[in-house]
């Protein structure tokens, strides 16, 4: 295990072994489910490219910066998001009602693991099915109806949802180096592989062509308000800004790694993935004739009728049904560490012990969740508050989380590192000088950056 001596962070916190190590972890945090599942189905509802192109403005413009300012918290502070915060708050003498920022940056984390462990266990068993060839002569019928199979199985969505969150723990429980660091270490470079040889199988055996004029040729005159705020969530969403990952993932980072540099190659990445899998995605859709803007149902549904009538469709639907696991995998385990990181400040009874608490405890919260589709379908949680009429106990955490909470996180970490945190703090943690860059930088983060959530924000609720 490497300590974290005057390299950076809290004594006796593992550090990443490299650069590399880092920015695997980091981008395999990021892209998760939000890439390859949630962002082409967005993509499809809202236009294609002009859709793209404005993401890639609001991740680059935004999400960078946030994400640095997210790095300086989370270095700086060396511990987990609560003791990260509550340090910063207390060696400068700051309002103590920042500290939210630590207890959000673990709740947020907790309580979308619980949920977002529902749909990584549906693709972990669409691997299996995809191994066996289920999908093989699949008509839309078929699909619906298997898809139907598995969501109202309730013991069945039970033990994948506790499958799931074991195999995340198990990882997590092994620490930073030889649980996280080794998994993504192989895990995001098959993951690009297996997106690269999806997109090189459409350019031979399909029309590439169809989904990248969809991708790159823009429609302006399908640009709303409304795609444009979709858009801007989306950026968030997809780079996990404010979900708490980065700032923990941060304490484990040694001084001599540039934050800027890594904010930049994490959000790049996220991109490239996310556009990839359009590229592996629209082609196929295209070729068989299905509706871009099928919603969420895109990947579960739509797609295994096209693996099943498709040469090789066995094999193509195998890698990318692996390929949205690892995406899902990867994320999860972002989403469990910040709380071990916290429970082994707390308590000193060994990380494996800890990690394994943590998961039976997500997993019991995500019960509701699980039920959501079968048991509970008409349970209501939040019935009596006209946003959550409709909304099941899965439908309900997701919209707080990913329409308030998020952005609110967001928010407050960019309000903390541009106004209350010294200028000087993040000087020394992001070595860019103090000229145009750091000023333009800062800017952002005090200006830009928080009216662009709140506008979200306010659209989303109002």
């Known amino acids: 295990m490497s300590e974290n001596s005057d390299l950076g962070g809290a004594p006796g916190h593992e550090i990443w072994s490299s650069r590399l190590a880092f920015i695997f972890a980091a981008v395999g945090a ?43 918290i989370g270095r700086r502070g060396g511990g987990s998001a609560i003791e990260s915060m509550n340090s910063l708050v207390r060696q400068h003498k700051l309002w103590n009602g920042w500290r939210v920022i630590g207890w959000l940056s673990i709740f947020i984390p907790f309580m979308g693991l619980s949920y977002y462990a529902v749909v990584a266990s549906w693709v972990m068993d669409y691997v299996g099915l995809a191994a066996l060839n289920r999908f093989e002569g699949f008509e839309s019928a078929d699909s619906l109806a298997m898809f139907s199979d598995l969501t109202l199985s309730v013991p069945r969505q039970i033990l994948l949802h506790a499958g799931f969150i074991a195999l995340t723990v198990w990882i997590v429980s092994r620490g930073v180096n030889r649980g996280i660091e080794r998994v993504s270490k192989i895990m995001m470079p098959a993951l690009f592989a297996i997106l690269v040889g999806l997109v090189i199988y459409n350019a031979v055996a399909l029309d590439l062509s169809a989904g990248a004029r969809f991708l790159f040729m823009p429609d302006f005159s399908r640009i709303t308000t409304e795609v444009v705020l979709m858009a801007m969530g989306q950026a968030f969403y997809s780079t996990a800004i404010g979900v708490g990952v980065m700032m923990t993932y941060s304490a484990y980072l040694p001084k001599n790694i540039s934050l800027p540099q890594s ?71 972002g989403m469990l560490e910040p709380t071990v990181a916290w429970l082994q400040e707390r308590f000193s009874i060994g990380r494996a012990k800890l990690t394994v608490l943590a998961g039976i405890v997500t997993w019991i919260v995500g019960l509701p969740s699980v039920l959501s589709f079968n048991a509970l379908k008409d349970f209501h949680p939040l019935g009596w508050l006209e946003p959550f009429a409709n909304r099941t106990a899965f439908e309900t955490i997701d919209f707080v989380i990913a329409n308030f909470l998020l952005p609110a996180n967001a928010l407050l970490i960019a309000l903390f590192v541009a106004w209350a945190l010294r200028r000087d703090i993040s000087e020394e943690e992001l070595r860019i000088g103090r000229g145009l860059r750091f000023r333009g930088w800062r800017f952002i983060i005090a200006v830009i950056a928080p009216l662009a959530i709140l506008g979200i924000m306010i659209d989303l609720w109002y």
Request: proline share 6%.
């Open 30 to 72: 990021a892209v998760g489910l939000g890439s390859l599942w949630r962002f082409p189905y967005v993509v499809g509802v809202n236009g294609g490219g002009a859709f793209i192109a404005i993401y890639i403005f609001f991740v680059a413009l935004l999400c960078v910066p946030i994400m640095a300012a997210e790095m300086v």
């Open 263 to 333: 904010a930049g190659i994490i959000c790049g990445s996220v991109i490239f993935t996310s556009i990839m899998a359009g590229l592996a995605i629209f082609p196929i859709v295209f070729h068989f004739g299905l509706n871009p803007g099928e919603g969420p149902t895109l990947t579960f549904i739509t797609l295994p009728v096209a693996f099943g009538n498709m040469p090789g469709g066995h094999l193509i639907g195998l890698l990318f049904f692996t390929l949205v696991f690892f995406a899902g995998f990867t994320t999860a385990i």
